[in-house]
């Protein structure tokens, strides 16, 4: 099986190249972040065409997951189990949603895709939201541990100076204070294993500003957390960095590239 991950930063607008994506790299499952859409705004007609079932969770023109899955979609749950809300009412944002693709114990995968909070600054009440989020998963992810399961999608941490171009420049800026790089640590502690850096540890993230991607100025931030049996099974990842490039593919990239993971039968 292979899965995917990739913050398309509005699939409205980039649906030709996740189209496209899923067609080159023969994709089983795609995990989506920043779907920016409503449920009913999807652009689903050519994913269905090519044999792929769409789940997804959006409330408005901000945040948004979908898992996009050629090999089945059941219990598909959105959010977790605590996982808080945010806004004034509290609300739940559209930043979670999980489904079993195939047939757990034969070869099939529970995959979440997940948006987590940016955080903001440091100092700002988003931030506290940020890491009760992250505490709130860690807890959750617990009951995933026994299966072939995946958290993945764009965690909005740095865990380490080697994943951000110029560690200095975010000194006092979020994605790599200590309380979020322990609370990502913390989740890993609790039975998870990152299994993308091992097999290419570049950078999955570049800011439009000041041609970012074209001087490789990035931060490593979209992750693929496995359970123990699904991280037996990883045979390989890598990043698609051309999806991020303005000069190999037509028309405008998404800030973030894809992350492919092959997984054994």
Not at 70 to 94: C, N
Not at 142 to 165: H, K, S, Y
Request: charged share 25%.
């Amino acid at each position: 099986m292979r899965i995917a991950t990739w913050n398309v930063n509005s699939i409205r607008s980039r649906i030709d190249r996740v189209e496209a994506f899923l067609d080159r790299h023969d994709v089983d499952v795609l995990a989506v972040q920043e779907t920016k859409a409503k449920v009913d705004q999807l652009p689903t007609m050519g994913l269905e065409a090519r044999g792929y079932d769409v789940a997804a969770v959006g409330h408005s023109q901000w945040n948004g997951v979908a898992l996009i899955s050629r090999v089945g979609l059941e219990q598909v749950s959105v959010g977790f189990d605590g996982m808080p809300g945010w806004g004034d009412p509290t609300t739940d944002e559209a930043r979670a949603i999980s489904a079993v693709c195939g047939t757990l114990g034969r070869g099939g995968v529970r995959i979440s895709s997940l948006y987590i909070p940016n955080g903001r600054k440091p100092d700002d009440p988003h931030y506290v939201y940020k890491l009760d989020w992250l505490a709130r998963l860690r807890e959750a992810g617990r009951a995933w541990l026994g299966e072939d399961a995946a958290l993945v999608g764009d965690w909005n941490i740095c865990p380490t100076d080697d994943d951000v171009f110029d560690v200095t420049q975010f000194r006092n800026s979020t994605h790599v204070t200590p309380q979020e790089r322990a609370a990502f640590q913390a989740i890993l502690d609790s039975g998870w294993t990152e299994v993308t850096r091992a097999h290419d540890p570049g950078y999955t993230y570049w800011d439009y500003y000041r041609q970012r991607f074209e001087r490789d100025r990035g931060l490593k931030i979209d992750f693929v957390l496995g359970s123990p049996s699904l991280a037996a099974r990883v045979t390989g990842a890598f990043i698609d960095r051309d999806e991020r490039s303005p000069s190999v593919f037509p028309g405008a990239p998404s800030d973030h590239a894809p992350v492919v993971v092959d997984l054994a039968d």
